[in-house]
């Protein structure tokens, strides 16, 4: 802290800010170190106001990791003077309003696997808080990035802004009031790759060498391939819903054919059974030729007791009257599922004669 106040040149040189591009912004050293010291002091308080922030984004879906930071008090100092640098004649930022001026004085890091997923954690992180007033949220691509990738962004309310770094996430400064006064908090997501890439990117380039073309050229490289990776996940993703897809469908008609399988042995099995009656078929086709041969021999004796042993069977159902040769006598009838069997039993007398009955 003594180095930060006593040396501010040490500073400059360190963050690669120039004397004359410092003084054009209008800001005093002294203000600066007020500014410094406040926020340290604050530190704690922000700790407990980022906590719960940080604990409502770890319980949002298709979220793979969280973490949250608070800001390092030279890397305030910092960015205060490179905003007053980009934006000459701006307000002045002070210590009474530097909370409100400095949207990432605390951060929270949400991290997925696919880039899709970036709806969903979009559209709960606006369930959850309310944005800082005229600050949609900023999604960040890289020039070449396609085009659809952009109108999403703008569908979902999103202002789209290319980045002059290639870098990729969607940032939202997000409102939360854990005691009287109300404080603003950065939620950033994006996906794995695109923070390894930026990690890497910030700890080469950050706050050194930042237009070095070598190292430009490589991270730019090193930056396609992160997209590329990007959409490579997207495309086993879609890919493994495919294949599940066409599993389900697999294994519904296999249960589907299993289930007609089980009908056609159940009818098979009945059709066996049914041929094994084959014997008792033949009884009845004797029978119904015995019914045949009352018309043909009138001599034939038929004893009452036969009659009556046929009874308990259900294959012979009814009796019906017929004439042999002007004579009605007690006959079968097969083809009616009728009860049986009067009590009268009839008989054809053997005469001894040709005479007609």
């Not at 770890?58 to 793979?64: A, C, G, N, Q, T």
């Not at 996430?169 to 994006?190: L, M």
């Not at 897809?245 to 159940?266: A, F, R, V, W």
């Amino acid at each position: 802290m003594d180095n930060f106040r006593n040396n501010r040149n040490a500073f400059f040189q360190k963050y690669n800010i120039s004397e004359s591009d410092f003084s054009k912004t209008g800001l005093k050293w002294e203000e600066l170190i007020l500014i410094h010291d406040d926020f340290i002091k604050r530190r704690s308080e922000l700790e407990n106001t980022v906590l719960p922030v940080f604990q409502a984004a770890s319980k949002i879906s298709s979220v793979h990791s969280v973490r949250y930071r608070i800001k390092n008090s030279e890397h305030l100092i910092e960015k205060l003077i490179r905003k007053a640098i980009q934006n000459i004649g701006s307000p002045e930022i002070t210590i009474e309003n530097y909370c409100d001026e400095i949207g990432d004085l605390m951060g929270v890091r949400i991290l997925h696997l696919y880039k899709s997923e970036w709806i969903n954690i979009h559209n709960d992180i606006l369930k959850t808080w309310d944005l800082k007033d005229d600050c949609p949220p900023k999604a960040y691509y890289r020039k070449g990035d396609h085009d659809d990738l952009v109108k999403e962004f703008s569908i979902h309310g999103c202002s789209p802004e290319i980045h002059k770094y290639g870098y990729r996430s969607i940032h939202y400064i997000v409102k939360t009031k854990p005691g009287k006064r109300t404080y603003y908090v950065e939620i950033q997501v994006r996906t794995i790759f695109e923070e390894a890439w930026s990690e890497i990117d910030h700890s080469v380039r950050y706050p050194y060498d930042l237009e070095n073309p070598l190292l430009k050229q490589y991270l730019m490289i090193f930056n396609r391939l992160v997209g590329s990776a990007d959409e490579m996940g997207a495309f086993v993703l879609r890919l493994s819903e495919h294949l599940r897809d066409t599993q389900n469908e697999y294994t519904q008609k296999i249960s589907d054919l299993n289930g007609k399988i089980g009908k056609l042995e159940d009818t098979v099995r009945r059709l066996r059974d049914k041929s094994e009656s084959q014997s008792v078929n033949r009884a009845i086709q004797e029978l119904k030729n015995v019914t045949k041969e009352l018309d043909i021999n009138p001599f034939l004796d038929i004893p009452g007791s036969f009659l009556d042993s046929l009874k308990p069977d259900p294959i012979f159902v009814t009796l019906s009257t017929r004439n042999i040769r002007g004579k009605r006598v007690k006959t079968i009838d097969l083809d009616h599922n009728k009860e049986i069997f009067p009590s009268n039993k009839y008989k054809i007398k053997k005469h001894n004669d040709d005479s007609d009955l």
